[in-house]
Structure formats: structure tokens, C-alpha cells
């Protein structure tokens, strides 16, 4: 199986910006366009934040954008607020398999 | 409103089996694929399986193939994860989710927890 790598930690100061990598191979990332971005706060759910590289679901805020190149994958989130802290996972689509990133913990200064 | 409630997670001893559960609501189950995803405790998600709608076809993670078996029940809505020859390191929450080349919706999880 595929390892899809994330940097362990981000940070910003409210109201800047922050971009997080996800990066797979030609058999996950590089393939397929249904790669996703997960928002998790402790003892919750993971929830859905971007889908398809870059479509938002219904009620999740414009601050947050996904795009690829490559193996690798992004997700932005601007104008950072105290809520947006939590752990970040993407996962992508293997082909009949889904694969995970390690995750990344974003820190609101 | 879609809602999916796991159940069935608990303490097994090493080797043991158990059945774990989501029922599904709000949404037409049949049309959608499913997955379980697990997170060990302090750790990230891993993708487990998955089904597809019609249940024709399911695919494991080469960490449970073999041991686990998904299945569902779409005349009960009704999603199915049978555990076998549980090792410590299959402790975890596991959570079942809509979906698998896309999946939108989680359920909050059930317990799994391997230990003698």
C-alpha cells in the first residue's frame, strides 16, 4: 500500500495564511482527482473540508482551498482563525483502495 | 439529515473476533459505496475497506486482508464489518463512512480495543 506524506506540523497567526502538502506517488495523488482534506478536533470525527482536489462541500467556509500538482497535493487555508486548529489529513483514491496521509497539526498562534 | 451509528466494539483477547455495526439513515444506502477507516489510538486514519453499492465488489487494506470481511445488509441500511484474528495492533476506533473514492460523511466511531 501507498504512503502519502504530510508534514507533521503547521502554524500560523490568525488572519494569515497557511498551505499543507500532501504528497503520494504516480499510483494515488498522481493518478487519481479524488483527493480529499479532513478537519479532525480531538475526540471528533473527522470531517470533510475539500473533496476532488479543490471542491468545497455545503457550509465549509471559502478560507479553505485545495489544489495538485503532480504527486502532490495542497490545501490552503487563509485568514486563519482560533477555530481552524485541529489535526489535517488528505487522503486520495488508489485505485479499488484509499490511502491516508499521516496527518498535520495546524496551531493557530 | 445522513446519520451513520457504528456499534458492536469492545475488549477482545488477541486471536478473538467481533462484528462491528453502522446503521445507516438519511440518505438512499443502496446508491453508495461504504468504507471503515480506523485511527489507533494517538494516531492517524487508516482506510480498511470498502464496498461498493450493489455489494458486487469489496476491497481490503493489505493490513486486515484475509482477517477482516466487509458486507452489508441494504434492506436493513445496514453496514457490516467482521473482525477475525484480532492482533494489538487492530486496536483502534473504527469508524464507518460513506463513500470511498470520495468519502463525505462519518459515523463517531466504535472501539475496538485487543488486549489480554
Known amino acids: 500500500q501507498s504512503a502519502v506524506t504530510q508534514p507533521p506540523s503547521a502554524s500560523g497567526s490568525p488572519g494569515q495564511s497557511v498551505t499543507i502538502s500532501c504528497t503520494g506517488t504516480s499510483t494515488d495523488v498522481g493518478t487519481y482527482n479524488y483527493v480529499s482534506w479532513y478537519q479532525q478536533h480531538p475526540g471528533k470525527a473527522p470531517k470533510l473540508v475539500i473533496y476532488?482536489?479543490?471542491k468545497r462541500p455545503s457550509g465549509v467556509p471559502d478560507r479553505f482551498s485545495g489544489s495538485k500538482s503532480g504527486n502532490t497535493a495542497s490545501l490552503t487555508v487563509s485568514g486563519l482563525q482560533a477555530e481552524d486548529e485541529g489535526d489535517y489529513y488528505c487522503g486520495s483514491y488508489a485505485g479499488n483502495k484509499g490511502v491516508f496521509g499521516g496527518g498535520t497539526k495546524l496551531t493557530v498562534l | 439529515e445522513v446519520q451513520l451509528v457504528e456499534s458492536g466494539g469492545g475488549l477482545v483477547q488477541p486471536g478473538g473476533s467481533l462484528r462491528l455495526s453502522c446503521a445507516a439513515s438519511?440518505?438512499?444506502?443502496?446508491?453508495?459505496?461504504m468504507s471503515w477507516v480506523r485511527q489507533a489510538p494517538g494516531k492517524g486514519l487508516e482506510w480498511v475497506s470498502g464496498i461498493s453499492g450493489g455489494a458486487g465488489s469489496t476491497y481490503y487494506a493489505d493490513s486486515v486482508e484475509g482477517r477482516f470481511t466487509i458486507s452489508r445488509d441494504s434492506s436493513k441500511n445496514t453496514l457490516f464489518l467482521q473482525v477475525n484474528s484480532l492482533r494489538a495492533e487492530d486496536t483502534a476506533v473504527y469508524y464507518c463512512?460513506?463513500?470511498?473514492?470520495?468519502?463525505?460523511?462519518w459515523g463517531q466511531g466504535t472501539l475496538v480495543t485487543v488486549s489480554s
Open positions: 476532488e482536489v479543490s
Open positions: 463512512a460513506r463513500g470511498m473514492k470520495t468519502i463525505d460523511y
Open positions: 438519511g440518505f438512499t444506502f443502496s446508491s453508495y459505496a
